[in-house]
């Protein structure tokens, strides 16, 4: 699995370009906005895009699906159904935080624990991870020992939790149950910041360590 990070809207959000090398069939997780950038890397790589993948249903992650799902007709994926009135609310999300001519959007597929997405002959396994929205999900490679966790977890932090249904509890637990036990060797690409690995956030992040 290869990937190229983007950072996108002024909250300098982590897009995720995602493709297959041996099909170069691709996904986007997370096109919070500034889609013509998006889209020169996707042009740059020569990939096909297949699907938008989304973790959560925050403007900037999720403010450019509907316009790049109209765009190049693409099916959306995710997230959880729980994170539905966040979807349902983009447009005042887009007045709170200046986003121009946010949409919603309808998934084609919700996902949940246990499901399966592909890209190209990739599969990632989804986890439903709540704690910073209900309706979190995060995607995993085993293979490649990858994530993409959204806000989640970050580099020396985790995600805020004083958003409406974010529960610090319950995403401390999602990190410690679901994220962890994924194995310390596994990299994971965060929704804002370097990428780290579950080891050194196992060892050394004062909110969810050991």
Same mark, same amino acid.
């Given at each position: 699995?290869?990937?190229?990070?983007?950072?996108?809207?002024?909250?300098?959000?982590?897009?995720?370009?995602?493709?297959?090398?041996?099909t170069r069939r691709g996904a986007v997780v997370d096109p919070g906005g500034d889609l013509s950038r998006i889209l020169r890397a996707v042009d740059a790589k020569q990939i096909v895009l297949e699907k938008i993948l989304v973790t959560h249903g925050h403007i900037d992650h999720a403010g450019g699906v509907a316009e790049l799902a109209q765009k190049l007709s693409l099916p959306?994926?995710?997230?959880?159904?729980?994170?539905?009135?966040?979807?349902?609310?983009?447009?005042?999300?887009?007045?709170?935080?200046?986003?121009?001519?946010?949409?919603?959007?309808?998934?084609?597929?919700?996902?949940?624990?246990?499901?399966?997405?592909?890209?190209?002959?990739?599969?990632?396994?989804?986890?439903?991870?709540?704690?910073?929205?209900?309706?979190?999900?995060?995607?995993?490679?085993?293979?490649?020992?990858?994530?993409?966790?959204?806000?989640?977890?970050?580099?020396? #932090? %985790?995600?805020?939790?004083? $958003? @409406?249904? &974010? =529960?610090?509890? *319950?995403? /401390?637990? #999602? %990190?410690?149950?679901?994220? $962890? @036990?994924? &194995? =310390?060797?596994? *990299?994971? /690409?965060?929704?804002?910041?370097?990428?780290?690995?579950?080891?050194?956030?196992?060892?050394?992040?004062?909110?969810?360590?050991?």
């Amino acid at each position: 699995m290869n990937y190229q990070i983007i950072p996108v809207t002024p909250f300098e959000q982590n897009c995720s370009l995602l493709w297959c090398d041996k099909t170069r069939r691709g996904a986007v997780v997370d096109p919070g906005g500034d889609l013509s950038r998006i889209l020169r890397a996707v042009d740059a790589k020569q990939i096909v895009l297949e699907k938008i993948l989304v973790t959560h249903g925050h403007i900037d992650h999720a403010g450019g699906v509907a316009e790049l799902a109209q765009k190049l007709s693409l099916p959306i994926e995710g997230p959880h159904r729980e994170d539905q009135f966040w979807i349902d609310g983009m447009p005042s999300q887009s007045k709170m935080f200046g986003f121009p001519n946010v949409r919603a959007f309808s998934p084609d597929r919700w996902l949940a624990q246990g499901d399966q997405v592909t890209v190209g002959e990739r599969v990632f396994s989804v986890l439903h991870c709540p704690g910073h929205t209900p309706g979190h999900v995060v995607f995993f490679d085993q293979p490649a020992r990858l994530a993409i966790v959204g806000d989640v977890l970050f580099q020396g #932090s %985790i995600g805020r939790t004083d $958003f @409406p249904k &974010g =529960d610090y509890s *319950t995403l /401390i637990t #999602s %990190i410690r149950e679901q994220l $962890f @036990p994924l &194995g =310390d060797d596994v *990299t994971f /690409i965060p929704g804002h910041g370097p990428i780290s690995t579950f080891g050194a956030e196992r060892r050394y992040n004062p909110f969810c360590g050991d």
